[in-house]
């Protein structure tokens, strides 16, 4: 099968993430004459789905440009070059923390697989050199799962719904928590940074975490640290002010959609979500605060600014 289009399928002749065999290979097989199926275990196929005949038919260029134009999202493809300092964003089933795999090649890319007309903080007129780290895709650049490595060691997974991917603790700047009930949520532009009353340390690479949620009342609630955050409308910007091992840490969280995660369990529990308000309570959200005396508050005017550099490695 062609990469571009089924992205994850297992027969699409290179693997890149949480490869499946999806029920159109099975079909597949079984017309050979030579397999019976069992279309009880094919996997998941979420790539593409639902995206109409355009995604398909058309080349990953003119579905970035449209989408572009229209100002909606491009995904699954992408537009953020691979660099320090990494941005990270949510696969589209928010199952992992996922990279773009836009990456500068060492030739010009033949005219066919030159995706784009702009890329931000690439000089005009190198477009062409920039494409999807996977050939076989047509080098449209993609959202996939990645690993974190150190020294060349695997260090840990981007899975969201895996508990062995935790961060330690000294390296969990925004405070995410891996296991089965979790999933991505995007951050804000802003950096993560931890604070004591001598230091700030910020985080060499933002954009997305996994945490555990519930759906709760009508709405849905992201747990951070030893709090849970009430989401009252999609795209609300949650302020986080957590005191957690000495270190202040402050960032944010943006809410999606409630019936984007909810609308399921909700509806088993004859449950909807609540409509959208646009002004929650002033006093929703709990905000730590250090405690440090005057001369120890001077000191942290000076502040050291430590950036944890990760090799990662897609």
């Not at 990953?60 to 909606?72: E, F, L, P, V």
């Not at 990279?99 to 090649?105: A, D, P, Q």
């Not at 928590?177 to 933002?206: A, V």
């Not at 709405?219 to 030893?226: D, K, P, Y």
Request: charged share 20%; net charge neutral.
């Amino acid at each position: 099968w062609e990469k571009r289009v089924f992205e994850n399928e297992a027969m699409t002749g290179t693997h890149t993430q949480n490869p499946i065999i999806s029920r159109i290979t099975l079909a597949l097989m079984e017309d050979t004459g030579w397999y019976i199926a069992n279309y009880s275990m094919a996997g998941e196929m979420s790539w593409g789905r639902g995206l109409g005949c355009d995604f398909v038919m058309k080349s990953c260029k003119d579905w970035i440009t449209q989408k572009s134009a229209r100002g909606s999202s491009i995904h699954p493809f992408c537009n953020k070059v691979k660099r320090d300092p990494l941005q990270t964003e949510c696969t589209d089933d928010r199952t992992s923390v996922a990279l773009c795999n836009l990456v500068e090649h060492k030739q010009l890319l033949p005219k066919l697989y030159q995706n784009f007309d702009y890329i931000q903080y690439v000089g005009t007129g190198n477009e062409g050199y920039y494409g999807g780290s996977v050939s076989l895709a047509d080098y449209c650049p993609y959202i996939q799962e990645f690993t974190w490595r150190s020294r060349n060691v695997i260090v840990r997974g981007s899975h969201c719904q895996y508990a062995e991917n935790n961060p330690k603790p000294d390296k969990n700047f925004a405070l995410e928590k891996y296991g089965d009930n979790s999933l991505c949520f995007e951050h804000t532009n802003q950096m993560w940074e931890e604070r004591s009353c001598r230091q700030m340390r910020q985080w060499q690479h933002w954009g997305s975490g996994c945490y555990n949620y519930r759906c709760q009342n009508g709405r849905l609630h992201i747990l951070v640290g030893n709090y849970s955050y009430e989401c009252f409308h999609a795209n609300q910007e949650i302020s986080i002010r957590i005191i957690s091992n000495g270190w202040l840490h402050r960032g944010a969280i943006v809410c999606p959609p409630c019936r984007e995660i909810c609308a399921k369990e909700f509806a088993a529990r004859q449950e909807s979500c609540k409509i959208g308000d646009e002004h929650p309570p002033s006093t929703a959200y709990p905000r730590d605060e250090l405690q440090c005396g005057s001369s120890i508050t001077q000191a942290s005017s000076a502040a050291l600014v430590a950036y944890l550099i990760l090799s990662i490695v897609i």
